[in-house]
């Protein structure tokens, strides 16, 4: 007994024992998960909803906000999740001694710094969402997380590459919104228990890997808006359990596989816009029944849309713009009727195509839920689409850049849902619908460049929403409704090229959200109220060709969001107001052609004279020295009028413009007393708007037309560099030839065309001369400013002796977007943004011209042709009515041109397709490889673009070491060239209606060049 007696106390004594290390054990655990989320705490800087509050001594951790424990003891944390608090701060390493820790998720907060490494130590963690934060850094190994299955670490800010180590039971993969780049690991297909991957909008390059096709439960694949490059990835065809899958915005090109439907059978939601891809639709699309999203817009894929397209009954949005496809005809149109079976369908988009005609009544049949429709930027004509009457839930409706006719119908009043309604670039005519003003949801009115007529309905004051009101290049008449500035989302107007006349109301004060005020070109008068001060959010006001007068509003001055400021060729008056000196972020000033007089300012943007425009206005003095302005005490406005040296301006640094003017009653005086010859006032009238001078005058500047000022000679005329007067400031003296046949026309045609045009990338007209010369004939010359860089033929292609060698000059990929930017830009603007259409007919690089910071300028118009037409994005049939047989310079004539052709706005964009190639591949379109039918456009087309880096200009290759030597390619250069030499591509296409407009190119050009800027480039 008693040795039992022992027994039983000694197995007493050890579970007592045990029982007292468990309570210790468990004390020390818990106390270690308090000490570690405390030091969470102590790492958050800013809490401002207290979600933290409950995280203190009173109160037991696991009764902490976001806390939660396991039910039994020992009671461990489980679980943290403080998602959406606004927290701020870092993510503490002490969390990685959370041991027993499940799920990690701190979402949508703004977490800072590095992903604590010490995370990897949670071999219990089953989900780690960090989500919508502003981390930085890689991140780090979670291999020995062994049971983890979903980590979402999308919209921060990682870098590094995906980690080649994930442990091999993650079913969802959320990378998306980072910075990731490298290429996509092999080591992820071994990984069978995926489910989702998202590794969208980061630069993970390279392709995608084949063996990816061992994912047999993959659902979801977003690998869109990277930089991904080759033909369409074979592996996705064994993906059949795929729901999502999206290819967008890479560089993937080739043909999508015919069969490429039915290997998807239960794909939901497909996108592969953005790419290269070209070819027909595989019709075996139709087989994937379960489709809602269908989108392969801005590719190049061609021939009909599948008229079996109705079959995707469960298809809510369809978009397969900017494409090449046509429809011509009823078989082609096709479609559209089958897409009534989609009785689901809440977006269409078909723009920028080539569907031509007129649009099918079948448009009508599409389903009521239709929301968004856009049929803009194809060939479309006719009426307004009488279809759309019976789609009752239209949201967006554009129909823009076509060729639609006739007047707009008072029934689209009827339309109560619609918030944005684009008409632009059309030829729409009549009245503006006052129905508009039933449409009380509308955020956006675009009607610019059509031929509407009569006034602009008061009743549009009505739309309280409404926030864009574009009716610029119209045929529209009265006065601009004071209405419209008392609707307080209002924040653009554009009305420019016009006819609208009176005063402008003191009422546009109240708009006090508006941020852009375009009423260029119309015929207002009276002062320009003092109210528009009032107006502390505009950026942009462009008031130039009218008829104002009075001064300047001093209460401009408190306008400190102004960007860019245009009053020219008005009747304004009085000084410029001090206080403009103080707005630091105006960027562009223009008071050209008024008659301002006093002391210019010296402060903020009048220290930039590349930045402002005050010539033509004689009464202006002191200024920066460099305006070479007379002294204010010294100039008088009588003497002024006496003074054939007018205001000086200097628009490029390191060179001065001066502005000459003179009397022309004086000038015809002097030469009726001469030769007796009068000028035919039908010429006069063409250049009257420029300030005139004589013939000694620019002889002088010249110094006598001596061949050391000659700077350059063309078909009709010779170019001077001169030194006006005591001055010396430079200007380009453009000195025609008349006795060459053609070369009156073409100064006429120079003056027409510049006359009424104003840009920053089109070279500036700043005086006319039609005189009499020292032997009595006639002389005929334009002054410009000059432009110290020469021109753009001359750039690309003179060499630099660095001592040992001659090399061509270094230009970057940078520079080269810079230049391809600002010519579309101008281009752009002399087809789209005039009252009519002027077409230059002769763009080439030695007709543009360089300033001293490498902006492009656009020259040399001896050839244009001023349209009156609305130019449509349909370019073949932007015509003129009057042909020739060659019009431009060979290597640079559009193809349609060979035998005779007409002016057309398409054959410049081919022209300026053919500089893009030759900016980036540096050869000429007239060099000696280009022959028996092999033109630069052809070339770059065959190399298109697999092997288009074998043949871009050597520099370029070696910039984005694609020499052998490099270890590592920069993509996103890569991808950038290739996007800006499509865009060459489609500006050089044969055929004239194959060609994308300007206003597209400039577009996307901008685009291209502001990712490249992005990026880092």
């Known amino acids: 007994m008693k040795k039992d007696t022992?027994?039983?106390?000694?197995?007493?004594?050890?579970?007592?024992?045990?029982?007292?290390?468990?309570?210790?054990?468990?004390?020390?655990?818990?106390?270690?998960?308090?000490?570690?989320?405390?030091?969470?705490?102590?790492?958050?800087?800013?809490?401002?909803?207290?979600?933290?509050?409950?995280?203190?001594?009173?109160?037991?951790?696991?009764?902490?906000?976001?806390?939660?424990?396991?039910?039994?003891?020992?009671?461990?944390v489980v679980s943290l999740r403080l998602a959406n608090r606004g927290?701020?701060?870092?993510?503490?390493?002490?969390?990685?001694?959370?041991?027993?820790?499940?799920?990690?998720?701190?979402?949508?907060?703004?977490?800072?710094?590095?992903?604590?490494?010490?995370?990897?130590?949670?071999?219990?963690?089953?989900?780690?969402?960090?989500?919508?934060?502003?981390?930085?850094?890689?991140?780090?190994?979670?291999?020995?997380?062994?049971?983890?299955?979903?980590?979402?670490?999308?919209?921060?800010?990682?870098?590094?590459?995906?980690?080649?180590?994930?442990?091999?039971?993650?079913?969802e993969l959320q990378l998306s919104s980072n910075d990731i780049g490298r290429t996509i690991p092999l080591s992820l297909a071994n990984i069978t228990t995926l489910k989702k991957i998202s590794f969208a909008f980061n630069r993970i390059e390279g392709s995608i890997p084949d063996e990816l096709a061992k994912l047999d439960r993959l659902e979801i694949l977003y690998v869109g808006s990277n930089q991904l490059v080759g033909r369409f990835p074979p592996a996705i065809l064994n993906l059949t359990s795929l729901i999502g899958l999206g290819l967008n915005t890479n560089m993937l090109s080739g043909e999508l596989p015919s069969d490429i439907g039915n290997s998807l059978p239960n794909v939901q939601i497909l996108s592969f816009a953005?790419?290269?891809?070209?070819?027909?639709?595989?019709?075996?699309?139709?087989?994937?029944?379960?489709?809602?999203?269908?989108?392969?817009?801005?590719?190049?894929?061609?021939?009909?849309?599948?008229?079996?397209?109705?079959?995707?009954?469960?298809?809510?949005?369809?978009?397969?713009?900017?494409?090449k496809l046509q429809a011509r005809n009823k078989q082609e149109w096709e479609f559209l009727s089958s897409l009534a079976n989609c009785t689901e369908l809440q977006g269409l988009s078909l723009a920028g195509n080539r569907l031509e005609g007129h649009v099918p009544s079948s448009l009508g049949n599409l389903s009521i839920h239709l929301q968004h429709l856009y049929l803009g930027q194809n060939q479309l004509t006719g009426s307004f689409p009488s279809g759309i009457v019976k789609l009752p839930n239209l949201i967006i409706l554009g129909l823009d850049y076509n060729r639609f006719t006739g007047v707009v119908p008072q029934w689209l009043g009827a339309s109560k849902n619609l918030e944005k309604l684009s008409l632009s670039t059309n030829m729409f005519e009549g009245y503006i619908p006052s129905s508009l003003?039933?449409?009380?949801?509308?955020?956006?009115?675009?009607?610019?460049?059509?031929?509407?007529?009569?006034?602009?309905?008061?009743?549009?004051?009505?739309?309280?929403?409404?926030?864009?009101?574009?009716?610029?290049?119209?045929?529209?008449?009265?006065r601009v409704p004071e209405e419209i500035f008392r609707i307080p989302t209002i924040a653009q107007i554009g009305l420019s090229s016009n006819y609208l006349d009176g005063h402008l109301s003191a009422e546009v004060g109240k708009a006090k959200q508006l941020m852009v005020l375009l009423l260029s070109s119309n015929k207002l008068s009276g002062y320009i109220p003092?109210?528009?001060?009032?107006?502390?959010?505009?950026?942009?006001?462009?008031?130039?060709?009218?008829?104002?007068?009075?001064?300047?509003?001093?209460?401009?001055?408190?306008?400190f969001s102004l960007k860019l400021l245009n009053l020219s060729y008005n009747n304004l008056s009085g000084p410029i107001p001090d206080s403009l000196g103080n707005l630091q972020l105006l960027e562009q000033l223009d008071f050209s052609s008024n008659h301002l007089e006093g002391k210019v300012p010296i402060h903020g943007i009048f220290n930039n004279i590349t930045a402002t425009h005050i010539d033509g206005n004689q009464g202006l003095c002191g200024g920066t020295a460099d305006l070479h302005l007379p002294a204010c005490s010294v100039i008088s406005s009588n003497s002024f009028k006496h003074n054939l040296s007018v205001v000086l301006k200097v628009v490029i640094p390191l060179a001065c413009i001066l502005s000459l003017a003179t009397v022309i009653f004086v000038l015809f005086q002097w030469r009726n007393n001469h030769t007796g010859r009068s000028m035919h006032m039908s010429s006069l009238s063409i250049y009257s708007k420029f300030p005139k001078v004589s013939y000694k005058d620019l002889a002088r500047a010249t110094e006598g037309f001596s061949a050391s000022n000659l700077i350059g000679k063309g078909r009709y005329s010779s170019v001077y560099r001169g030194k006006v007067l005591q001055d010396k400031n430079v200007v380009a003296v453009k000195v025609f030839c008349l006795e060459t046949r053609g070369a009156q026309k073409s100064f006429i045609a120079e003056c027409s065309a510049l006359r009424n045009v104003r840009h920053r990338n089109l070279v500036r007209i700043l005086t006319a001369c039609s005189s009499i010369d020292s032997s009595g004939n006639d002389f005929k010359a334009l002054v410009y400013e000059f432009m110290p860089k020469g021109d753009l033929h001359n750039f690309l292609y003179t060499t630099e002796d660095d001592g040992n060698s001659s090399k061509l000059s270094y230009i970057s990929l940078s520079q080269r977007l810079s230049l391809v930017v600002d010519i579309s830009d101008a281009v752009a603007y002399l087809h789209h943004n005039n009252h009519g259409s002027i077409v230059h007919s002769d763009l080439k690089p030695s007709n543009i011209l360089l300033d001293n910071d490498m902006v492009a300028h656009v020259g040399d118009f001896g050839l244009a042709r001023l349209e009156?037409?609305?130019?449509?994005?349909?370019?073949?049939?932007?015509?003129?009515?009057?042909?020739?047989?060659?019009?431009?310079?060979?290597?640079?004539?559009?193809?349609?041109?060979?035998?005779?052709?007409?002016?057309?706005?398409?054959?410049?964009?081919?022209?300026?397709?053919?500089?893009?190639?030759?900016?980036?591949?540096?050869?000429?379109?007239?060099?000696?490889?280009?022959?028996?039918?092999?033109?630069?456009?052809?070339?770059?087309?065959?190399?298109?673009?697999?092997?288009m880096l074998q043949i871009v200009d050597p520099q370029l290759a070696q910039e984005l070491n694609l020499h052998q030597e490099a270890p590592v390619a920069d993509d996103s250069a890569i991808h950038c060239l290739l996007s800006v030499l499509d865009v060459g591509l489609r500006c050089t296409k044969s055929s004239p209606s194959e060609r994308i407009s300007m206003e597209e190119v400039a577009a996307k050009l901008h685009r291209i060049r502001d990712r490249h800027a992005y990026m880092g480039g």
């Open 437 to 478: 003003s039933n449409l009380s949801q509308l955020t956006e009115i675009l009607l610019d460049t059509n031929q509407f007529t009569g006034n602009i309905p008061t009743s549009l004051g009505n739309l309280q929403s409404l926030a864009t009101l574009s009716l610029s290049n119209n045929n529209l008449h009265g």
């Open 274 to 323: 953005e790419n290269f891809f070209h070819g027909p639709i595989p019709t075996s699309f139709v087989n994937t029944s379960n489709i809602q999203v269908f989108d392969i817009s801005t590719n190049n894929f061609t021939g009909d849309v599948p008229s079996s397209i109705g079959r995707l009954s469960k298809l809510v949005k369809f978009n397969i713009e900017m494409n």
């Open 87 to 171: 927290l701020v701060g870092q993510i503490s390493p002490w969390l990685g001694n959370l041991t027993f820790l499940r799920n990690l998720a701190l979402p949508t907060n703004t977490l800072a710094g590095q992903i604590p490494p010490s995370l990897g130590r949670l071999r219990r963690l089953q989900t780690l969402i960090l989500s919508n934060n502003t981390l930085q850094g890689i991140i780090p190994s979670l291999a020995n997380c062994s049971t983890l299955k979903v980590v979402w670490l999308n919209n921060n800010g990682l870098t590094g590459r995906i980690p080649p180590d994930f442990p091999p039971n993650i079913q």
């Open 868 to 947: 009156v037409y609305p130019v449509s994005s349909s370019l073949g049939d932007s015509t003129s009515a009057s042909s020739v047989a060659i019009r431009g310079t060979i290597g640079y004539i559009a193809p349609e041109f060979g035998g005779g052709g007409q002016v057309s706005t398409a054959a410049d964009v081919y022209s300026f397709g053919v500089i893009l190639l030759e900016i980036f591949i540096r050869r000429s379109p007239t060099d000696d490889m280009f022959k028996d039918g092999l033109s630069i456009a052809k070339f770059a087309e065959i190399n298109f673009p697999d092997k």
């Open 530 to 559: 003092s109210t528009l001060g009032d107006c502390k959010s505009l950026e942009n006001i462009e008031l130039d060709n009218n008829i104002f007068n009075g001064s300047i509003p001093s209460s401009f001055g408190n306008l």
């Open 6 to 76: 022992v027994v039983r106390q000694l197995l007493l004594l050890f579970i007592a024992s045990s029982a007292a290390q468990s309570v210790v054990s468990s004390t020390q655990g818990n106390e270690t998960d308090r000490l570690s989320l405390l030091e969470f705490k102590k790492a958050i800087l800013l809490d401002p909803q207290q979600a933290l509050a409950s995280w203190n001594e009173s109160t037991h951790l696991c009764d902490w906000e976001g806390v939660s424990c396991r039910t039994k003891d020992p009671r461990r």
